[in-house]
């Protein structure tokens, strides 16, 4: 593993200038698929006698390189890159989990992630228990015999909470299942999941690893500390009828699930990540360490000016003295609380749609972690298909706007919000 610091494993690490033809940028390899020297070096690839490229369903150079880096940066033994974040989700958990497993989750998790546990994964039997993740206590009550994984955001979109890791860590650890941590709006920059006891990672590459919103991708990093072999995954354990006989935790080690996941996950469900997609999010995640700084300050700025306004009825972003989740914030995130920052407006949702219909520079669009700032109306938007009870346990009140701050000049963005206020009803905006 590489003993470098994450700016520079950002820009190096699984990149081997020698080969490659000595390119210093990452080379695009776009094929389906790689010339065999011959059926027995063919057949020996498929037994996994030698690790090489097959089909690029399965893998790519550019994209191994990706999973290299980000490997590197999150400090697992592997990654494996999806064609989306939400890829990586569904794939990840259905190459984990079968019909009778039970899921413990956060209950503010990205609208399409909770979707997916609360609606979709039941039709297939597997079913979760969506706690407060405030008192990590409740994951402990939530477990059930048949539990197989927690599943969490550290940084939650966008209810912006800012989880105990660790004392989370501790109660999957003693029910003996994985540790699933979303790290999209925190970033690898910012915290690392591994350091407070996270066995797998997940990334929508989407947002600020690939930072320019051109490119949709997804990522998974495995630890490789999870304990395959405690009775609790038997398709861990025993021959695995979907690979000829493998058994995971015994023929790869503490790469297990890395290797389950290619050989099985994305042979089986396909949501490989295109090449081009790949070499975008590589230009990106080589500045994200420079550009998450600067989001993050400019995120503190504007929150702790949103705050003194009158049409603002409240403030939330974790780097304020006055949030619930200053300290927390201050533990786990202390060099920056990322780009995102939720505030209400006075005059709740009417309000809050004329709002956001009124800003220039922010663009109303369902994304975050772009380096252009963006604006979206959650109620109205990302979370109407919630009962307003769930809206609300996700953290999305019905005056609740939420910016993805960008790069651009504050003093802009500060007067782009001023011109948008005065354009709101005043009848209204009370
Ligand atoms: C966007 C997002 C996802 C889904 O990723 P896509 O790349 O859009 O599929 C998952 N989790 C979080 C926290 C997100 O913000």
Do not use: C
């Amino acid at each position: 593993m590489s003993t470098h610091k994450l700016a520079t494993n950002a820009l190096h690490a699984g990149h081997d200038t020698k080969q490659n033809g000595g390119t210093r940028a990452v080379p695009i390899y776009q094929t389906s698929s790689y010339v065999f020297n011959d059926t027995d070096h063919a057949a020996n690839l498929f037994a996994l006698g030698e690790l090489g490229f097959i089909y690029t369903r399965l893998n790519n150079p550019t994209n191994q390189i990706l999973q290299d880096r980000l490997a590197a940066v999150e400090g697992g033994v592997g990654a494996v890159v999806f064609a989306s974040g939400t890829a990586a989700i569904s794939t990840g958990l259905l190459t984990l989990l079968k019909a009778g497993d039970h899921i413990v989750a956060s209950s503010s998790l990205y609208g399409g992630t909770f979707n997916l546990l609360n609606v979709t994964l039941p039709r297939l039997g597997i079913t979760t228990t969506f706690v407060d993740a405030d008192n990590p206590e409740n994951f402990k009550e939530a477990v059930q015999e048949n539990t197989r994984a927690f599943f969490v955001e550290s940084l939650g979109n966008p209810k912006l909470d800012v989880l105990d890791l660790k004392a989370i860590s501790k109660q999957a650890k003693a029910a003996k299942v994985p540790f699933i941590v979303d790290n999209t709006v925190a970033t690898p920059s910012l915290l690392n999941p591994i350091e407070h006891g996270a066995n797998l990672v997940i990334h929508s590459l989407t947002k600020y690893i690939g930072g320019q919103g051109t490119s949709l991708g997804g990522a998974i990093v495995d630890a490789g500390t999870f304990d395959w072999t405690n009775g609790k995954f038997p398709e861990f354990t025993e021959p695995s009828a979907g690979y000829h006989g493998l058994v995971y935790s015994e023929a790869l080690g503490a790469a297990a699930f890395t290797f389950k996941l290619i050989l099985e996950g994305l042979r089986d469900y396909g949501g490989a990540l295109s090449p081009f997609n790949a070499f975008q999010i590589i230009q990106g995640l080589e500045t994200l360490p420079v550009r998450i700084k600067q989001h993050s300050a400019n995120a503190l700025e504007l929150a702790t000016w949103l705050e003194a306004r009158d049409e603002v009825a409240w403030v939330n972003y974790p780097g304020l003295k006055s949030n619930k989740y200053y300290d927390l914030a201050q533990e786990y995130l202390p060099s920056g609380q990322s780009g995102l920052v939720t505030f209400g407006i006075k005059g709740g949702f009417e309000a809050a749609k004329q709002f956001t219909d009124a800003t220039e520079i922010f663009s109303l669009l369902a994304n975050i972690g772009d380096t252009k700032s963006l604006i979206i109306h959650p109620a109205s938007t990302t979370h109407q298909q919630l009962t307003v009870d769930q809206q609300l346990s996700a953290g999305v009140g019905q005056d609740l706007i939420r910016l993805s701050v960008g790069l651009e000049d504050l003093e802009d963005l500060k007067k782009d919000i001023e011109n948008a206020f005065a354009k709101v009803d005043k009848a209204i905006l009370a």
